[in-house]
């Protein structure tokens, strides 16, 4: 974990490679193998909930664990993520790591859904819509990893 940066700051240096770091966002670096997020990005994004926060870095982490396992990559990687997001979101909570409220599920739909489509956290090649992002997110939590691993 890089962790936090300000994108706002262009005194601080924050790159992932030769790339800086995208403003209002989170990213996984695979270039160093590490995931950091915008303090503007989280700051926004927990004034919708605290869950916000969760599903970011669980999505990067989904990054990293398919470019650590490229072996396991199928289809659209912003999907993938959210998938892994939920598996290891919700295997957390069944191994008593994290304890979700009533309003959690509700919550990361929500979260999905502003991020589905053109908004600032995907790329513009990315192809996930809100219901893509959250049938997938579901899939991982119901089935954990082995939902998110494709038919192969
Ligand atoms: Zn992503």
């Known amino acids: 974990m890089v962790g936090l940066y300000d994108g706002t700051d262009s005194t601080t240096e924050h790159f992932c490679g030769p790339d800086p770091l995208p403003v209002d966002n989170a990213q996984y670096c695979y270039v160093d ?8 990005f989280m700051q926004d994004g927990y004034t919708t909930g605290k869950y916000w ?6 999505h990067e982490w989904g990054h990293a664990v398919v470019e650590q396992n490229p072996e ?7 999907l993938q993520a959210d998938c892994l997001a939920g598996a290891a ?8 790591l994290i304890a ?3 309003d959690a ?3 990361f739909a929500t979260d999905l859904s502003q991020i589905g489509d053109e908004a600032s956290w995907s790329e513009t090649n990315d ?3 809100s219901l893509q992002r ?10 954990g990893v082995n939902g998110c691993l494709g038919d192969d």
């Open 134 to 143: 959250v049938n997938f997110f579901s899939l991982g939590k119901e089935y």
């Open 89 to 96: 979101l919700y295997g957390g909570a069944t191994d008593g």
């Open 72 to 78: 396991i990559e199928w289809g659209e990687p912003e």
């Open 100 to 102: 979700f409220g009533p």
């Open 105 to 107: 599920t509700k919550e």
């Open 127 to 129: 192809h996930g819509d």
């Open 33 to 40: 193998n590490s995931v950091s997020w915008d303090q503007s």
């Open 53 to 58: 926060v969760y599903m970011v870095i669980a």
